[in-house]
């Protein structure tokens, strides 16, 4: 909730990948137009929507494909960033919605590599982006390495019990299949249910 009650604005976080640009402006459906104009090579103020650059994609409408691809491997990378220092600060999991997400596909690869990248530390020395391990739910691989207990019970001294730890920390990336507005709506709910108590 905050001091002024912003609730969080991630949409201005940095963007390391486009400095002079707001986290949003890389992982919006605009910046995948922009950037899927560029790629092909096609003046700005084009007539396109959301579905024309994912139809084209998909090889099922007219356009460059290798450019829309491309123009979602990058939101992807921006994606990734953000979502990875989202994580540093919040040590949550991740549930991504909106019509976008109707395209993870083609974006999560990218997301993924960017979350599991490298900083370099000193130069020639790289070190890993994140303490906790990112995993994509919608991949069953790594769903399946999420779930796994990598872990081990610890005998806490002087108790006779013993709790699980595992040091190898672990946070996850879903899409959310309820829509977003519907998603809002019950996160909202279980707040002020929750709040009822206090």
Not at 78 to 97: E, F, P, R, S, Y
């Amino acid at each position: 909730m905050g001091d002024n009650s912003l609730a969080a604005e991630v949409w201005l976080l940095s963007n390391r990948i486009s400095p002079d640009r707001d986290a949003e402006e890389g992982v919006s459906i605009r910046s995948v137009i922009r950037n899927y104009l560029q790629y092909a090579g096609l003046p700005p103020k084009q007539d396109l929507s959301p579905k024309d650059i994912f139809d084209i994609a998909e090889g099922r409408a007219a356009g460059s494909k290798e450019a829309a691809l491309k123009a979602y491997e990058l939101m992807g990378e921006h994606l990734g960033d953000a979502m990875a220092n989202l994580v540093t600060l919040t040590d949550g999991l991740i549930v991504l919605g909106g019509g976008i997400a109707g395209a993870a596909r083609f974006f999560m690869p990218s997301a993924m590599k960017a979350m599991n990248g490298f900083y370099e530390y000193p130069p020639g020395s790289p070190m890993i982006r994140l303490v906790q391990r990112p995993f994509n739910l919608d991949n069953r691989d790594e769903l399946q390495a999420f779930l796994e207990k990598t872990g081990r019970e610890v005998p806490v001294p002087g108790t006779g019990t013993t709790k699980y730890y595992d040091d190898q920390p672990k946070t996850a990336v879903g899409i959310s299949r309820i829509g977003a507005s519907r998603a809002i709506a019950l996160g909202a709910y279980a707040f002020a249910l929750n709040r009822l108590d206090d």
